[in-house]
């Protein structure tokens, strides 16, 4: 019994025995640790292809060229005094959200300067708003047969009816609107059927691209004197007012 235990007592202490473990531990914790250093790795190449991808998505920035926008002719939509000192050229979406939002500060611009400005509508219909761009070719029929009182009429009517985002007025509401304000439905929804006006809506989007103008709304200012600037977005009243007696001075 003692001879066993003597024997079991030395094998427990062999060298050969002791380094065979070690050697073992050592392997286990080197290969532990070129795993975690590997998944790091593609982790982070993994992250990173994310944000290149997310980068590559991201449209240009564009540069804003003022002086590119279309000349304002009788053809525009103009509201208030067309001799006025500042002119406010609004690229709008119907269905934008943030449009809604900017169309009672315009309305109050052209309260509080009266006739030392006026305001252009021009249409910028965004693709991913379902509606809006025939939304656009309604106003366009509206002011075909009613004049151009009864384009912002139409105008406000939607701006005030709907909850944007796409669809927040429905389609099949742009005829009643049209009979509401006194035009004939049955020529009103023939015109509106016939596209007649995609060509100029999409004319109108082109402009806006080309003076710099990539989100709605966006309004140029233009001062009689040539110089122009840019409300970008929905801004409230008191900012777009600085801007614009900048250019009044």
Not at 55 to 64: C, G, I, S
Not at 189 to 210: F, N, R, T, V
Request: with cysteine.
């Amino acid at each position: 019994m003692s001879e066993q235990l003597t024997k079991s007592k030395q094998m427990s202490f062999n060298p050969v025995v002791i380094l065979l473990i070690v050697a073992a531990f050592a392997i286990g914790f080197l290969y532990n640790k070129v795993d975690t250093l590997e998944k790091g790795i593609a982790s982070e190449n993994t992250n990173n292809a994310k944000v290149a991808g997310a980068q590559a998505q991201q449209p240009p920035e564009l540069k804003a060229n003022l002086d590119a926008m279309p000349k304002i002719t009788d053809k525009d939509h103009i509201r208030g005094n067309k001799d006025a000192d500042v002119v406010l050229v609004n690229y709008s979406d119907f269905e934008c959200p943030f449009c809604k939002r900017f169309h009672p500060t315009m309305l109050q611009i052209m309260k509080e300067y009266g006739n030392k400005v006026a305001w252009v509508y021009r249409h910028f219909p965004l693709s991913f708003h379902a509606n809006a761009q025939k939304e656009a070719e309604a106003s366009e029929c509206a002011a075909e047969l009613g004049g151009n009182d009864v384009f912002w009429k139409y105008t406000d009517a939607i701006y005030e009816k709907t909850t944007s985002n796409g669809t927040g007025f429905a389609l099949d509401a742009l005829v009643p609107l049209a009979k509401e304000l006194g035009l004939n439905e049955s020529k009103f929804k023939q015109c509106l059927d016939s596209g007649k006006y995609a060509k100029h809506i999409q004319e109108d989007m082109a402009g806006g691209s080309a003076a710099g103008v990539s989100g709605t709304p966006g309004t140029i200012i233009v001062a009689k004197n040539g110089k122009r600037d840019l409300i970008n977005g929905a801004l409230p009243f008191e900012q777009a007012k600085e801007q614009i007696d900048v250019l009044l001075k």
